[in-house]
């Protein structure tokens, strides 16, 4: 009996909140510290659809973790099943529960335990979600709790349709390349592997981003298609527009040749050139080049040009595998775990480098790597999971990389 009273209480708050509050973003904001409070919650969001791009943004949340950049494909993740569905979730095992593979939560470092989601449902399309996690005492949501949520959501849908609510997701950027329904298949015994399941991804121009996953999730594949060193099963990728989804031999070869600039982990360089003449080779590739001395002075080895590979550190050589790429001067870098094989401050100074070709150079970068850190320099960070991705997160502020600790 207490506890239908506190509901009952519970609720009556969240219809005064949304009723009587002129302000409707602050309506919501008191809605959801209400259930929250009521349900003795860690953490909880409200996740708005933008039917713009078809992606789940946190209007507002709750708790330890920082959500506030990250946004979801609507109908991947709980978050956005319930939403593309309309029908709740409740969760009370992650551990064992098919459906659970984490929340943006967890990339905050809060560890999910229990969690409800419920849509935001008008009397015409759901428009997004509400989601608590976590109850302070340990127990599990159950489906009492679960029907304060659905009630508060109804009410907070009902209320946005009739207010109205703008969404600004902040500056239009100009798209460079796209990713959509980008499925990857690889012959696997009698079968096929799917190792991309569905890629929906935008590359804005003059960004640095950085794509996080574990190993085998996908994040290599996907930027080998970006980079055209292979070719999607299904799906569409564009570049500036253009389809480029099956090129042709010729196609593909201009386009390697002059959109694109690689760094690879393992370097690549030719043992039997000079760190300018590794330079030179791939300047006389395009038309017009940066002057490969000048692509060795914006790495700082002007005084090592006329080394060779094997007479230069792992850093080093990294260094004019950067000069390498900007001397074509490229509108897309692609980089593929290229601090991995490095110490901590040799690392420093490659993304030293790779900071200075995004920030001053205007070259879009997109890079792969399991450092964690190395997303904080970056204006969006990817997050692959089993071949989709599970969130997009925007840096307001990136660091720089000398910031950088790990």
């Given at each position: 009996?207490?506890e ?10 969240i219809?005064?909140?949304l ?8 309506a919501?904001?008191?809605s959801?510290e ?9 953490a909880g ?7 713009k791009?078809?992606?789940?943004y946190?209007?507002?949340?709750i708790?330890?973790?920082?959500i ?6 609507n109908?991947i ?13 409740i ?11 984490g ?8 560890s999910?335990r229990t969690m409800?989601?419920v849509p935001?449902?008008?009397?015409h399309d ?10 302070r ?6 489906e009492e709790?679960?029907?304060l ?17 703008a ?20 012959p696997?015994?009698d079968?096929v ?9 935008e590359i ?6 950085v794509?996080?996953?574990e ?5 290599s594949?996907?930027?080998n298609i ?6 999607l099963t ?5 570049i500036e527009?253009?389809d480029f989804?099956?090129?042709?031999d ?8 002059r ?8 370097y690549n360089l030719?043992?039997?050139l ?5 330079v030179q ?9 940066m ?9 700082g ?18 260094r004019?595998s950067?000069a390498r ?13 290229p601090?991995?094989?490095l ?16 920030r001053n ?5 997109m890079?792969v790597t399991?450092?964690?850190e ?10 692959v ?7 997009i ?11 950088l600790?790990w």
């Amino acid at each position: 009996m207490a506890e239908n009273k506190r509901f009952t209480r519970a609720t009556w708050a969240i219809m005064e909140q949304l009723l009587e509050v002129d302000d409707l973003e602050e309506a919501l904001a008191g809605s959801l510290e209400i259930i929250v409070s009521t349900l003795n919650s860690e953490a909880g969001a409200i996740w708005y659809l933008d039917p713009k791009t078809e992606r789940l943004y946190p209007l507002f949340h709750i708790g330890p973790a920082d959500i506030s950049n990250y946004s979801i494909e609507n109908g991947i993740g709980l978050e956005g099943v319930v939403t593309k569905t309309g029908q709740s979730i409740i969760v009370t095992d992650p551990a064992n529960d098919p459906r659970f593979e984490g929340t943006v939560f967890e990339d905050g470092g809060l560890s999910t335990r229990t969690m409800l989601c419920v849509p935001l449902n008008n009397l015409h399309d759901v428009i997004g979600c509400v989601q608590v996690v976590n109850k302070r005492d340990g127990s599990v949501y159950d489906e009492e709790e679960l029907q304060l949520c659905e009630r508060m959501a109804s009410l907070a849908a009902i209320t946005i349709d009739e207010k109205g609510l703008a969404v600004t997701e902040g500056e239009t950027k100009e798209v460079l390349a796209s990713l959509k329904d980008v499925t990857k298949e690889f012959p696997s015994g009698d079968g096929v592997l799917r190792v991309l399941k569905g890629i929906n991804l935008e590359i804005y121009r003059n960004e640095f981003v950085v794509v996080l996953g574990e190993s085998g999730c996908g994040k290599s594949t996907m930027m080998n298609i970006v980079g055209g060193m292979d070719f999607l099963t299904d799906g569409t990728l564009t570049i500036e527009g253009h389809d480029f989804s099956h090129p042709s031999d010729d196609e593909l070869t201009e386009f390697r040749r002059r959109y694109v600039g690689f760094i690879f982990q393992a370097y690549n360089l030719m043992p039997n050139l000079t760190a300018l003449e590794n330079v030179q080779f791939v300047a006389e590739l395009v038309d017009e080049p940066m002057d490969p001395a000048e692509a060795i002075a914006k790495v700082g080895l002007s005084d090592r040009a006329d080394n060779y590979p094997g007479q230069m550190s792992g850093g080093q050589q990294q260094r004019v595998s950067i000069a390498r790429a900007i001397a074509k001067r490229p509108k897309l870098i692609l980089a593929d775990e290229p601090t991995a094989a490095l110490d901590y401050a040799t690392s420093i100074e490659v993304l030293r480098v790779i900071e200075d070709v995004v920030r001053n150079q205007g070259t879009t970068v997109m890079m792969v790597t399991h450092n964690g850190e190395i997303a904080k320099m970056a204006d969006r960070v990817v997050k692959v999971r089993s071949g989709k991705i599970a969130s997009i997160k925007r840096n307001l502020h990136p660091l720089h990389a000398e910031e950088l600790v790990w």
